[in-house]
Nanobody, 123 residues
């Protein structure tokens, strides 16, 4: 069992930055691939990016590529989402999730989810 808790959301002006954290419980964090998703009001939850077990490989949705960076610190059981050059369309609830197999971009691949953290970008 893995419990995930996101933090770091808030209100930021367009062009600004935020860093989200995802703290995981348990001693098996390094055995999970970590993903970030977001959901805006009235829209489906969408893939933002993912990171491999050791943090060597990262993958991003086209909409955030070059602006967002995912990292992880397995010693701290924490994954991060650094968001730069934020746009109003980035406003959403952001979720971290963990999985061991399947596609990184598919919601159904993920076994554990956090409760989400709100990010609001003003224009």
């Amino acid at each position: 069992q893995v419990q995930l808790v996101e933090s770091g959301g808030g209100l930021v002006q367009g062009g600004g930055s935020l860093r989200l954290s995802c703290a995981a419980s348990g001693r098996t964090f390094s055995s999970y691939r970590m993903g970030w998703f977001r959901q805006a009001p009235g829209k489906e939850r969408e893939f933002v990016g993912a990171i491999s077990w050791g943090g060597v490989h990262t993958y991003y949705a086209d909409s955030v590529k070059g602006r967002f960076t995912i990292s992880r610190d397995n010693a701290k059981n924490t994954a991060y989402l650094q968001m730069n050059s934020l746009k109003p369309e980035d406003s959403a609830i952001y979720y971290c999730a963990a999985h061991r197999s399947g596609s990184d971009s598919e919601l159904s691949s993920y076994d554990y989810w956090g409760q989400g953290t709100q990010v609001t970008v003003s224009s």
